[in-house]
């Protein structure tokens, strides 16, 4: 399996070169103090690595059959705001097209472990330097068949955005039945509630 340092590297790599060879000169990513953190679907069609960086910057890194291709920068960091819960989230992902659910993002400083939750299934987050990367098999009956509902339509037309809004609604719909249960390090319970807010 190829290392979440070495998915990283091909990650930055492929898009500095893109970078360049687009001419896109602003906002250019930092080439050095990156660091690799939690990640689902490590050797998957399709996955995600977080990543952060010394100077404050994160990203998530999309992998693709264990390699990273892309990583989409924060250059001021993803939200970090725990006064409502010992989470933030950077990403969530419904399960469109019977994909497994993804939640990313940060845990609080006293917060060690997350775990998702679907009916009686339970998934472990993988934690890693204060980032979080859980992912959860759940049936969302409405998303099943996501991409054939857009290719009923002609690309870009107002009926495909129509019914690309509806999926994106149905999806927010759908993940209000994940839950998430948050512990610190004494095994104590510091949040048990749904994964996803409107705001996120």
Known sequence: ???????????????????????CTKDLLPTQGWHPGARVGATAERGALLAYNDNGADGICNLENSQGTWLNLAPAGHDRDFTRRPYSVWQWRP??????????????PE?????????????????????F?????????????ARGRLEAHEA????????????LADGRREIEQVKVRVYDSAGTVLY?????????
């Open 156 to 167: 870009a037309s107002e009926e495909s955005r129509a019914e690309f809004e509806k999926i």
């Open 1 to 23: 399996m190829t290392s979440p340092a070495e998915q990283l590297e091909t990650a930055l790599t492929a898009t500095l070169e893109e970078k360049a060879a687009r001419g």
């Open 192 to 200: 048990d509630g749904a994964a996803v807010n409107a705001t996120d």
């Open 133 to 145: 990367a859980a992912e959860i098999v759940v049936d969302m009956v409405s998303l099943r068949d």
């Open 95 to 108: 399960a469109f097209n019977g994909d497994t659910v993804w939640v990313l993002g940060a845990l609080a």
């Open 111 to 131: 917060a060690v472990r997350l775990e998702l939750i679907a009916g009686h299934t339970v998934a472990e987050a993988d934690v890693v330097e204060g980032t």
